[in-house]
């Protein structure tokens, strides 16, 4: 099955790691198909920035997200630049703390800015968040596959507070009903 995936925020937010350890996942854990991609302004930290991934179970010929089916949008400017016009049977997480306007499609409100600082003590892990609700709000990958992306991916030494970061997601995640 053919997912879709676009990530956006402000730079400073992970967006571009998030991707990328989402398609690490598929490709290297789930057995799919995947490619990313990046879009960023030259004022990256702080502006508003989203990447992509496209999961498939079939060779992917064409690298462009163009119907995204997915979104995790992480900052209100993310979501005006990013996330306004939704497909009607898309899914979109946001970050219910930092995103006021509401989606037309299903959304996931998820307080991962808030809880990166208040529960584990470091907002920088917020996009691990996001990435471990994803995996309960929908089947993109699975969650073994996304905590081992996870410790391919993030410096040493922070290992376990980034899988702490993934199962409080994935708490929220299962917690947090749609609209």
Known sequence: MRHEIRFSGFGGQ?????????????????????VQTQVYGPEARGGASMSAVIIDDEPIL???????????IMSQQGFEK???D??????????????????????????????????????????IIMLG???????VVSGFALEKAI???VPKGTEDLNIRAMKRGQELGMEKGSS
């Open 14 to 34: 992970g967006i571009i790691l998030s991707a990328v350890i989402l398609g690490r996942a598929a490709a290297l854990y789930d057995d799919k198909y995947a």
């Open 62 to 72: 064409f690298p462009k997200v163009r119907n995204p089916d997915i979104y995790v």
């Open 82 to 84: 990013y996330g306004k």
């Open 86 to 127: 939704p497909a009607g049977d898309a899914i979109m997480l946001l970050d219910s703390g930092l995103v006021h306007d509401r989606p037309s499609c299903r959304w996931v409100g998820i307080p991962a800015t808030l809880s990166a600082k208040n529960d584990l003590g470091r907002e920088i892990v917020a996009n």
């Open 133 to 139: 609700a994803l995996t309960t709000a929908t089947t």
């Open 151 to 153: 410790l391919d991916s």
